[in-house]
Each structure stands twice: as structure tokens, then as C-alpha cells.
């Protein structure tokens, strides 16, 4: 096991009606001039907005309204955000929505109070020591942004899209959690975030790092669930307790819980962002088809913790590694196609994509080679990206 | 599930040397004058306690010596604690020990800015809204305290063991956490540890409430983790990763994780305190006799959650929801007979116990019927305490 630091003082209320305490919350752990950071439409359509704006009002802050806020979230409204908090002498920012405009609302408080381009922080020129209080009302469970320290935002230049980690400086303060928010999330959409949520735990089991079992457990602990919950929530958009795991579950996955002591990979969303920055694929859809294709390699390359996943996520009863290994895979993608999710490209969508471009910029934002648990280059990255075709 | 709150705010640093850190966690945390709380002999003995306060004073950081402390303990020192801090103006307290020596600091913590007398706390009389911060150096992985924000105190003059539980404020701020720091454990209290760790597990684990998945599967994951690590710590004491282990599973154990959307039970270690306040056995080993009691008990009334155990953390194949739990308490104390745990009064060292009184006292404190996971009168309580003898 690796020595490692675990820092999370996040305040979660979870459950129904959660949202109503986003004023007091505000009041107490935002300050009275708040950045109110939100997507498009369905906040305001569903009522959600007015509701948190009147519970802001009541408890005396005042509110900027900051909408439009897109998926996969780029710098050009972080730098505007930034403008209207100092501007405006914003307190604390407030995230209503899911990871893109909780990962906008990081970058704005971060950026807001340091005195070069925001930017810095993502290129890796800078790291950020502190910012804004952030506070979230969550939507849509995925990212789980929601309670971790983490970021990802794409440069509108050039497509590039990256990732920081911070161990507190960047979690909410806190997070109001009501499953009933996300009954009228559409099917492909949360099964893209279920995805998701299972590729945060698999990033960090695919690790070199020996003695680790109790977070290797919880870990498979929490996949089990999400296999077990999400034909619930996909057969039922309404049942309160499927919706409350996999939401729990989304953060759990992700506040970092599943890392501790471990050396993580991370090479699977490096991968996917190349390919959700060239096409027009959801992150989770692009997992679905890139983390059994990541595994899939690993099957003939280094299968114990691909074998260790079937034996004890899937339950597969199998001795030889490399079997054991395959039948997992099959397991997990028999799983991804029934929720609705695709496992090749042309299943996403796609009838060609650009490999040798997405190995370039791979390895020109990750290095080469790249990944904890086993040392990928453009050979190796190429290889895996011509698996699911 | 039920809706829950979940605040943890305790900064770990866990790993090879953690306890070096403590003067600059001191300096920033507790302020410049602290309360320094531990035990008897061991970490003056072993060196820990010079390196504490050497790194104390490296760091500015004045310190009050404040040792005896005697596990299960009692209200007097804290008493005498309240007063120290009182007179010298305390600022944090340091607690080096494990979970005798953290409730004890946590007592003395609250008390200190509380005008009655602390023990309201623990009455019911008052609840604690505010505490001096609390740092801990863990040398006894067992009471989970580092990460909880409950106390265990008993009173001298009546052996009055009570329990309480706060959301954050009796919370350590950081907990320094060294695996190589309990390489000197005897074993007897290695496994009481153990049995202390999966009992917080499984108080949670027995619960009514449906519908609460994720939880069950993390705590499950973890329940395995131990049970995979406790041979090896106790066949090499210094073998770091499953010391690492099992320490690191000793704090989710009990720090609410375990516990997220559940109502939770408590009702063998409630049988166990009224235990080890009339004899003298250690509460781990109490727990090893008390807890399959318990579990056979409700394998005749409310097998459910005991066979879910039996199949999901030993996996037992069984269909027969009774059969099932049966086998799953076999292999729970087949487990604690190995790491060398009594699970009778007559392997624990009684030859007689006093049911009757233990009884009384017990649903004096607790009421009648107690327990979530199925009401127990005296009746049914008496029963159990019948089992292991």
C-alpha cells in the first residue's frame, strides 16, 4: 500500500427535499454574493431554479445568474465567470446541475481569485492553493464532481480537454443530493453516467500497487451495486432507492475513497477524451466502448486485475487468469449493451475514426508512455483503440 | 434508504512516518497550546511520545502532558482534563493512543467550552454544538474513533458506559495514521481490534431499512477485507500492507460510511458494555462472544440480513434463508476462534454471568424494546445473553 492523504469535508444532505436547504447552506458557507452557475434548460423547465433562487432570497444572498453552461464544459465562460465575480465581489459560487457545471463553477473559483489566466491551473503552469467556496445542488449523477477535488474543462482552441486534481482546495463545501431530481433524467443519460461512475472505480482499481484490499473491496462492493441497481432505475425512472444508490454511488466512486494507497491509471479517460473531443459522443457512451477495450488488451497483457474484477464483481467461477479475465469482459459489456449502451464504435455512432490523431494528442497531452498499472505507448494506444471496431 | 447527512472533515495522512507531521498539523490546527492526552506505558516506552513532543516543539507548539489514561475510560480524568485546559488556556488537544485516549480527549474537548458539567453530554441532559479541535496519532486500530465523532465514556461511580455521537463536532481535524506503529501490538489485542472493527461494521449492516444497496455492498467489501488481512497480521505482526490494512479498515469502519441512509442497530455492543462494565474482558473479546449470539438469535427470528452476510462475505451457497444464516455464524466464529477470539463466557474467562443484572442495567440505558433491526425486551435480550454459554 502507498501512504497517501484523504482529505474530505464535504457537507452532504442527501435524500428528498435536499435542496431545500441550499439557502441556509449558502448563507452560512458561500458568503451573501453568490455566482449562481447552471446548464440550459431543465434546471429553470423543471422549477428546480426558481425554487433555489427563492430559498437564496429568503435567507438574504443575493445571486448572479450565470446559465448556458454546455456539456463539456470549455474556458470561454470560466474566463467570463471569473469577470462577473470580480466584477461583482462574488463570495462563493453555487453549482445547480451536473459535472459541467460543477467543473465550470471550480475553474471560475479557482480563477477568481488568482491573479494570472485561469488556464495556468490546467496546463499544469500553476497550481491552484485556493478559491471561492463552491457549493453544488446536484442533478445528474456521474461525474461526481459533486464531492470530489477535481476539474476537467476543454480548451475551445484547440479541443484540448484537461483534467486537474486537487486533494480539497477545489471540493464543494457542500452538496445537496435529492435523488427525486434525476426521475426525469432521459434513459441513454443515465446510463451514460452509470458508465461513467463505474469507469472512476476501474480507473483506480487498474493499479500496480500490491496490498490493497480493503479499498480493492469496497471497490468491487460499490460495482456490484451499481450492476445491481441500474436495471432498476432504467426499468423504473421513478423508484426513490435504486435513483438514491446510484446517485450515492456516483460520489462515492469519485470523492476518492476508491483511490486510497493506490498508484491509479486513468489511461481509459485519456482515451475517451480524445475521442469525445473529436466527435460528438457522450463521456460515458465513449467509456463504454473504450474501457472494455482497455481491458480487453490487458486480458492478454497483465490479466490479474481484469481476472480479480470477474471473479469478484461478475462472480465468474473460472481459474485460469487470462479466461477468467475474458469472461469479464464479455460479462461487463453484456452488461453496458443492457442498459442501452454501446461497446463499438459503430454502436456509438461512428463508421471511422481517426486513430493515428487520437494516439497523437493522446500522447502529446499523457506523455509516453502512459498509465500506472501497465506502461502504454502510441504501439499500445493504437493497439486498444482498434479493439472496438 | 433514508435521507442522511454525512460530514467528514478529518484530514488523514496516513502512511510510513505519518506521526511526523504532528507539529505542523498542531501548529495549524490545534493552535500553540495543547492538551496532550495518551496512555499508560507504551508510547512513552516505545519512543513515540519523545518524537511527538520533539516535533511539538519544533514547531512552536506548547504542550501539557496529560498520560494514565486506562482503556474503558472514565469520567474523573476527563474532569481533571477540563480543569488543565481551563487553567492553561488550552487551544487543541493531541491525543497519542487509540480509542481510550481520543474519547477521553474528545470528552475533555467539548467539556472545556461547555459551563456545566461534561458529563450532560453523555446524559442526554445537553448535546455538544462546539469542541476544542482534536488531533489524534493512532497507535490502536479498533475503536475507529480517529474518524468518528462519537465518545465512549464510563462513569466510576455507578460503571455507567455510555456512548454518544455527534455529526462533526467531536470529529478529529486530522488523524495521523502509521501501520508500522502497531507492529508491536500483542496479538490478543490485534484481534480484539479486529472483532471491535467488523462489530461497528455489522451494528450498521443489521438494519430494517430497505433499499440501501450500496451501503450494504461497501460494507460487505470491507467485512471481506479484514477477514483476508487478519490471518497475516497475526502470523507476521510487521508485515506492513495487511497492518495497513486492517488500520485503514478501522476507521471506515466507524466513521459513517458504513452507516449512509441506514437506520442502525447497536444492540451488541449495547450487551456487550453491560459485559465489560461488570467483568473484566477486553470489549473486542466481548464482541466475539456477544455478536454471533446476537446473530443466532436472529437467525431463528429475522434471518434475513444474517444470511445475506453468510452468502455475500463468506460465500456461503445456501437457498434456505435460515440454513443460510446458520452457517454463515459458524463461519463467523470458526473466523474469530482462529485469530484466537473466545466465543463463550467460558472462553472468554467467566464461569458465571449475571444475566439478570446485566439485563436491567442494559434496558435502563437503552429502554425497551432497543435495537432497529428487531425490537428485543428483556425477554429477547435475555435469551441472547443465554446463547454462548
Not at 278 to 303: C, N, Q, R, S
Not at 342 to 364: A, F, N, W
Request: negative net charge.
Amino acid at each position: 500500500m502507498n501512504d497517501f492523504r484523504f482529505y474530505t469535508p464535504t457537507r452532504y444532505i442527501f435524500g428528498r427535499d435536499a435542496q431545500k436547504h441550499v439557502g441556509e447552506m449558502s448563507a452560512s458557507l458561500l458568503g451573501n454574493r453568490v455566482l449562481l452557475v447552471f446548464g440550459r434548460n431543465s434546471a429553470r423547465k423543471s422549477g428546480l431554479l426558481d425554487q433555489v433562487e427563492d430559498s437564496l432570497r429568503k435567507h438574504g444572498v443575493e445571486f448572479f445568474e450565470f446559465g448556458g453552461i454546455r456539456p463539456n464544459p470549455t474556458d470561454g465562460p470560466v474566463r467570463l465567470g471569473i469577470g462577473l465575480c470580480r466584477d461583482e465581489g462574488v463570495t462563493g459560487i453555487l453549482a445547480v446541475g451536473g459535472g459541467s457545471a460543477i467543473d465550470t463553477a471550480k475553474a471560475i473559483a479557482a480563477g477568481a481569485l488568482y491573479d494570472g489566466d485561469f488556464w495556468d491551473f490546467y496546463s499544469g503552469k500553476a497550481v491552484p492553493d485556493k478559491a471561492l467556496p463552491i457549493g453544488v445542488v446536484l442533478t445528474i449523477p456521474a461525474a461526481g464532481s459533486e464531492g470530489s477535488g477535481n476539474s476537467v474543462i476543454t480548451r475551445e482552441e484547440d479541443l484540448r480537454k484537461v483534467s486537474i486534481r486537487t486533494e480539497h482546495v477545489l471540493r464543494p463545501v457542500f452538496a445537496l443530493v435529492n435523488p427525486e431530481l434525476t426521475y426525469t433524467l432521459p434513459p441513454y443519460q443515465t446510463a451514460c453516467g452509470i458508465v461513467d461512475m463505474m469507469a472512476h472505480i476501474f480507473e483506480r482499481y487498474f493499479t500496480p500497487t500490491a496490498g490493497v484490499q480493503v479499498t480493492d473491496r469496497i471497490s468491487e462492493g460499490l460495482l456490484k451495486a451499481i450492476i445491481e441497481e441500474a436495471p432498476k432505475v432504467l426499468s423504473d425512472p421513478t423508484a426513490y432507492d435504486p435513483r438514491a444508490n446510484i446517485m450515492w454511488a456516483g460520489t462515492l466512486a469519485h470523492n476518492g475513497v476508491c483511490g486510497c494507497g493506490k498508484a491509479e491509471d486513468w489511461s481509459s479517460h485519456g482515451m475517451e477524451h480524445e475521442l469525445s473531443a473529436l466527435y460528438d459522443v457522450a463521456h460515458g457512451a465513449g467509456l463504454a466502448v473504450i474501457m472494455p477495450a482497455y481491458m480487453t488488451f490487458m486480458a492478454e497483457h497483465k490479466p490479474e486485475r481484469v481476472a480479480m474484477m470477474a471473479r469478484n464483481v461478475f462472480g465468474i467461477n473460472e481459474k485460469d487468469e487470462v479466461q477468467a479475465a475474458r469472461k469479464g469482459i464479455e460479462a461487463l459489456k453484456d452488461f453496458f449493451r443492457s442498459i442501452g449502451m454501446p461497446v463499438t464504435y459503430s454502436e456509438l455512432g461512428l463508421k471511422e475514426v481517426d486513430i493515428p490523431l487520437m494516439v497523437r494528442k493522446l500522447h502529446e497531452t499523457k506523455g509516453s508512455p502512459m498509465g500506472a498499472y501497465y506502461p502504454l505507448t502510441e504501439k499500445e494506444t493504437t493497439e486498444i483503440y482498434n479493439i472496438p471496431r
